[in-house]
């Protein structure tokens, strides 16, 4: 079975700060993982993605996650907060080619 | 490029009556994917479609709801007999198939009063 949890539903960090989301997930395959992020009122953008190759995947605007096994976890980070940054993020696990566990979404807030 | 297109972006309906959310993928995208995000929850996989099939509906209600991408014109997903609890947010994505990226789209938010 798949799933996909996001350990956080809120995290609130202040700018310049670093940022971390979590997720785990379990799968019963090697799994292709994916962080979305999603502003108000606009469609899920890709923030990485993870498909086997190399464990630190670096993104869009900053950010990486890193894959690790051993802990079924794909946690998403950032060394430094932007106030462009406050959305809503989403870890995703790619099942059978064409289906997409999301998350419950965590939501980010920025602090000036 | 304008990217995955999703119309309408709010839709309001009466319970009872029936909705049409359309979207059209991106130029050269042949699959599309549906996805409903319901308050409080994670976006859950409704449907796959490649032109003029249906590949994967497991995650389709198994009444009222329905789903096509016909060999012109965008996909549509059709909820008919509306009820309060299909208000959510309704997202569709595209990719050019297996291994490629997938673009999601600004997604419709459907009320149903």
């Known amino acids: 079975a798949q799933s996909v949890t996001q350990l956080d539903s809120h995290v609130s960090v202040s700018e310049g700060t670093p940022v971390l989301l979590r997720c785990n997930y379990s799968s019963s395959y090697s799994p292709s993982l994916f962080w979305y992020v999603q502003h108000p009122n606009k469609g899920l953008q890709l923030l990485l993605k993870y498909t086997s190759a190399a464990t630190l995947v670096k993104g869009i605007n900053g950010f990486e996650a890193e894959f690790k096994k051993s802990e079924t976890s794909f946690h998403l980070t950032k060394p430094s907060a932007h106030m462009s940054d406050a959305a809503e993020y989403f870890c995703v696990v790619r099942y059978r080619r064409v289906q997409f566990y999301f998350g419950t979404g965590t939501s980010l807030t920025v602090i000036p | 490029n304008a990217g995955v297109m999703q119309n309408p972006r709010h839709l309001v309906r009466r319970r009872g009556q029936e909705a049409r959310l359309r979207c059209s993928p991106m130029k050269g995208h042949s699959h599309v994917y549906w996805y409903r995000q319901l308050p409080e929850e994670g976006l859950k996989f409704m449907v796959y479609?490649?032109?003029?099939?249906?590949?994967?509906e497991s995650g389709m209600p198994k009444e009222r709801f329905s789903a096509e991408f016909p060999k012109e014109g965008p996909s549509i997903l059709r909820i008919q007999q509306v009820v309060r609890g299909d208000s959510a947010a309704y997202f569709c994505?595209?990719?050019?198939?297996?291994?490629?990226?997938?673009?999601f789209g600004s997604g419709t938010r459907l009320t149903v009063v």
């Open positions: 994505a595209s990719s050019m198939g297996d291994g490629y990226g997938y673009t």
């Open positions: 479609l490649q032109k003029e099939n249906i590949i994967d």
